[in-house]
C-alpha cells in the first residue's frame, strides 16, 4: 500500500512534459553533406550530392511524424567505417560507403546482384537500420530483445514496403553485402566475436532473407528453392514477417502521416539497374 501511494504521488507531482511540449509532425528531417578529411574519399562525397542521396531519404522518411528535427548528415570518421544515431542525428561515415564500394561486384552476379544494388542496397539500408534507432529513441518506442535486431528488423520492414520489383532489388543488394563479409573472414570467429551488439553477418543475411520471404514467398521464392535460405528456417518466415508487421502497426504507424506516405511510396528510388557503377581503385577482384 505504501508504494502505491508513493507512485500515485510521484505520479501527480511529475511535471507535464507533454503539455508542453511541440506537436509532432511530417517532414521533421534535415540533411548535410560534411566535406570529407581525406582526399581519397572526395569522389564519394561529389556523388552522393549529385544523385542527391540524403535530399531523396529525406523525402522517403518524411512521412514519419517526429516531435523534433532529426539531423542525418554524411562525414568523414578518421577512419572509422560506422554509422550511428545518437542525439537526435544520424552519422554515416565516407570509410563505411567506401568499404562497400570495394566489394561492388564488376558485372551482375549469378544471383542477379547488379553492381548499382550492390552499392545502394546495403547503403541505404543502414540509414533505414539507423533510423530504427531514431525513432525507437524519438518516439519513446518499448523494443523487446535487442535493439540492433530490431533496428534490423525496421529497415527490412520498410524495405518490403517498396514496389515489389524495388524491394527485390534493395534486399538482394544488402544480402549481397552481409554474405561478402561473411565469407570474406579467413578463420572461424572467437568466442568474443558474438559479444557484440549486432548479429553476425551470416545470422543478419539469414534474418534478412526470412523477413523477406515472409513477406512474399511468390516474390522471393527463390530463396529457397535455390538454398540460399534453409527450407527448416523458412516454414516460420511468414510468422516472423506478421510478428514484426504487428508490431510496427501497433507502435509506429500511429506516427505516420498516411497520405503522404501513400504518395512516398509510389515513387522509385532506386537508380536503374543499369547505372553504371565506376570501380574502386583498391577492389578485389571477385571470386
Known amino acids: ?44 562525397y561529389q556523388r552522393l550530392k549529385q544523385v542527391r542521396f540524403l535530399e531523396r531519404l ?24 560506422n554509422a550511428w544515431y545518437d542525439d537526435d542525428a544520424i552519422v554515416i561515415c565516407y570509410e563505411y560507403i567506401d568499404d562497400i564500394w570495394k566489394t561492388v561486384p564488376a558485372e551482375t552476379t549469378p ?11 546495403p547503403v541505404f539500408d543502414t540509414c533505414l537500420h539507423e533510423f530504427g534507432h531514431a525513432i525507437f ?31 527485390r532489388r534493395q534486399i538482394g543488394g544488402t544480402a549481397y553485402a552481409y554474405m561478402t563479409e561473411a565469407k570474406a573472414a579467413t578463420e572461424p570467429p572467437k568466442l568474443q566475436h558474438f559479444a557484440n551488439e549486432h548479429g553476425t553477418p551470416a545470422q543478419r543475411f539469414y534474418n534478412l532473407l526470412c523477413i523477406a520471404y515472409g513477406a512474399d514467398a511468390k516474390l522471393f521464392g527463390d530463396l529457397v528453392e535455390k538454398g540460399y535460405l534453409p527450407k527448416e528456417r523458412a516454414e516460420g518466415c511468414a510468422d516472423e514477417y506478421r510478428q514484426v508487421a504487428f508490431a510496427f502497426e501497433k507502435l509506429v504507424s500511429r506516427h505516420i502521416d498516411r497520405a503522404l506516405a501513400k504518395k512516398v511510396l509510389h515513387q522509385s528510388w532506386l537508380p536503374a539497374p543499369t547505372t553504371r557503377v565506376m570501380r574502386h581503385p583498391g577492389a578485389k577482384q571477385q571470386p
Open 58 to 81: 529525406q523525402e522517403f522518411l518524411s512521412p514519419v511524424r517526429l516531435p523534433r528535427t532529426l539531423r542525418v548528415r554524411t562525414e568523414g570518421c578518421d577512419g572509422d567505417a
Open 1 to 44: 500500500m505504501r508504494i502505491l501511494i508513493a507512485a500515485c504521488f510521484l505520479a501527480a507531482s511529475a511535471p507535464m512534459e507533454t503539455a508542453h511540449a511541440a506537436p509532432a509532425r511530417p517532414n521533421r528531417i534535415s540533411v548535410s553533406y560534411v566535406a570529407p578529411k581525406n582526399p581519397d574519399h572526395q569522389p564519394i
Open 137 to 167: 529513441d524519438m518516439l519513446k518506442l518499448p523494443v523487446f530483445g535487442r535493439e540492433e535486431d530490431a533496428a534490423d528488423q525496421v529497415a527490412a520492414y520498410l524495405t518490403l514496403q517498396l514496389g515489389k520489383d524495388e524491394a
Open 111 to 121: 544471383t542477379g546482384v547488379t553492381p548499382v544494388d550492390a552499392l545502394v542496397g
